[in-house]
């Protein structure tokens, strides 16, 4: 058996941690026809997740949680997998499945070593799952392992910008200045928080992307409508609307 990352052990106790907080948003999300995405909300028809031929189609969450997207992918027609690090917020996932009478498979397990063959899957996703709290090294080159030909890969995470702007505080908002070098992040601990992220420039996601198969088509910076609300305090809506602070990458496995 091979042995886990510290990162994943690290980040797979804090998940079953966090989960409690998080029911809640599961249940909401799970309860909407319509996805929105990030942490304003923005409509999927701004930013363009999912792909409208979705129908019958193999998909894969990378990182699933409570697994709504999984089950957005599912009411769209798609075969779909999640996997997630965190057994407690599959325990909240499956009592959603039942719930809503949806059934589809769902793994414990991290996304970066997924049990199923090469060229499984014609779409994968992450929204804040594999693609922020995998290293982007190892969680990429297996999505493009899973990917068939032609199959699109698609996730949002933190901008590199915010990450850039953010301070060291918990519960403090990004400020109008750069607070960190923008060389060397890759793995980022925050003081006093268990888990640990990834993050990675425009050019060193570019870059990782090429070489692990993919062509990018698309990076869209996500900008929340102007009444649009969080609960997350690491952003303020001022900054968001001046600022990107989430972005949607959007890539296809090369034939």
């Keep these: 058996m091979t042995e886990l990352p510290d990162y994943v052990l690290r980040n797979r106790a804090a998940w079953d941690e966090w ?7 599961g249940e909401s999300n799970w309860a909407r026809n319509e996805p929105t995405w990030g942490i304003w909300d923005v409509p999927e028809s701004e930013v363009g997740m999912v792909p409208e031929d979705l129908e019958g189609k193999d998909a894969i969450e990378l990182g699933c949680g409570t697994a709504y997207v999984s089950a957005w992918l599912a009411r769209r027609g798609a075969r779909v997998v999640g996997i997630d690090n965190s057994e407690a917020q599959l325990v909240t996932a499956r009592r959603l499945q039942r719930e809503h ?4 498979p769902l793994l414990h397990g991290s996304a970066e070593n997924v049990p199923y063959p090469d060229r499984s899957f014609d779409f994968a996703i992450s929204e804040y799952g594999a693609c922020l709290w995998a290293d982007p090294r190892r ?24 990450v850039l702007c953010a301070p060291p505080e918990e ?4 400020s109008d200045r750069l607070l960190r070098p923008a060389f060397g992040i890759h793995r980022l601990e925050w003081p006093g928080d268990p888990g640990v992220e990834f993050h990675l420039s425009h050019g060193e996601w570019i870059r990782l ?17 102007a009444n649009a609300t ?3 305090p690491f952003v303020t809506l001022e900054w968001a609307r001046q600022w990107p602070c989430e972005e949607v990458w959007k890539v296809r496995k090369r034939s």
């Design 171 to 174: 519960g403090k908002a990004a």
């Design 19 to 25: 989960s409690k907080k998080y029911i809640a948003a």
């Design 209 to 225: 992307l090429r070489q692990s198969g993919f062509e990018i088509e698309d990076l869209v910076e996500v900008r929340p409508h």
């Design 101 to 104: 009478g949806l059934d589809f």
């Design 139 to 162: 969680w990429v080159l297996e999505a493009s392992r899973l990917l068939r030909p032609g199959g699109r890969l698609t996730f949002l995470v933190n901008s590199f910008l915010l």
């Design 230 to 232: 969080t609960n997350y």
